[in-house]
């Protein structure tokens, strides 16, 4: 098949985009498919990409190239309005199926996969709505509240509204979060009242409305959904503090515990939890979502990913390797789930 991997963008998760995509470029290509990676910002002059990837293709090269295109992304979008770089749509549209390795805003959040629809173009991962909803933390919260998955407590402050504690009836220790964003980007964990200001300041700067949580003190886990049924559960435990930006992509700072070390009820309803969630959302063909569990095993559900990391430290990858899934077949068997899902 010819797949495009698109990845890049301009998000905060730009270079996270980048990792995922070269991972799932090289490893389907591994499985005989004429897979290219491109850039969804900065797109390409190349609209033969596929006729000369057929057979000798540098993917390093192209990782090498994407990565110094970073360097020029602010002054690329003061000059443009467009989302989509050069020869984007042309070339998704002549691929068979689009591998979304996008994060973050513009590309997880609905508006990429909105555009595709429109354009008849077929990808991998949720739809437009479900993406939407998955990507904005406050209206994933109501949705889990209505349908019963269970979630921590937490208030949504829109920028200029009243954001003491007091007057939401919260109190330290807490999460503060910008409501679209990922990979920890914009999350900032309060343990005393003084730093609570400083994190306010911090989330306001990536989104103009915030979810303040309560910090549930635990075990955090999470847990893959592939074709609405949960995989192994896999426990992140961050080697030093907790699992923020770095600790999610720096190789050996985080331990991975797959499957996690549960019995079997907890870990029934611990995937049962991620099951409801991804129904909730509308998620297909597949999501991550993750849990907490405080000391006396009550869990909250506390997102749901509609495009989960595949980079070298990304969770599903290990939870797919736990059943016999190896990486390549993990990438192979979400364009086929994807692909009977547009048909």
């Known amino acids: 098949m010819k797949i495009v991997v698109l990845c890049g963008g301009n998000s905060t998760e730009r270079d996270v985009s980048i990792n995922s995509g070269y991972n799932v470029c090289e490893a389907l290509r591994r499985k005989g498919h004429n897979a290219v990676l491109l850039d969804a910002f900065f797109g390409t002059e190349n609209i033969n990409i596929f006729d000369e990837a057929k057979s000798d293709y540098n993917i390093e090269k192209v990782r090498a190239s994407l990565r110094q295109r970073t360097k020029i992304l602010k002054e690329e979008e003061a000059k443009r ?3 989509f770089g050069k020869n984007v749509i042309k070339i998704c549209s002549d691929a068979d199926i689009v591998f979304m390795a996008l994060h973050g805003k ?13 354009f008849g173009i077929q990808y991998t991962g949720s739809g437009a709505l479900a993406s939407a909803m998955g990507m904005d933390k406050a209206i994933s919260k109501q949705i889990f509240m209505s349908k019963k998955v269970p979630t921590a407590k937490s208030v949504w402050i829109k920028k200029g509204e009243d954001t003491s504690l007091k007057h939401h009836n919260m109190s330290i220790p807490v999460v503060v979060k910008a409501c679209n964003g990922g990979s920890s980007v914009g999350v900032v964990l309060v343990k005393e009242l003084s730093e609570y200001e400083a994190a306010l300041d911090e989330c306001f700067k990536y989104d103009n409305q ?13 847990v893959g959904v592939i074709d609405g049924k949960a995989l192994p559960i896999v426990e992140i435990i961050p080697n030093k503090g907790w699992y923020d930006y770095k600790n999610k992509y720096e190789d050996g700072a985080t331990t991975h515990v797959c499957p996690a070390e549960l019995n079997e009820e907890l870990t029934f309803k611990m995937q049962k939890i991620a099951e409801d969630a ?14 907490m569990m405080d000391k006396d095993n009550h869990m909250y559900c506390l997102e749901v990913n509609t495009l989960p990391g595949m980079t070298s430290t990304s969770l599903i990858p290990d939870e797919a390797r736990a059943i016999g899934i190896d990486y390549a077949t993990l990438c192979e068997n979400i364009v086929k789930l994807s692909m009977k899902k547009e048909n």
Do not use: H, M, W
């Open 81 to 83: 309005k467009t989302f």
């Open 106 to 118: 513009n590309g997880e959040d609905g508006k990429c996969q909105a555009a595709f629809d429109l």
């Open 210 to 222: 915030i979810l303040v949580e309560d910090y549930i003190d635990g075990r955090e886990f999470s």
């Open 278 to 291: 991804y129904e909730a959302i509308g998620c297909e063909p597949y999501a991550r979502i993750d849990i």
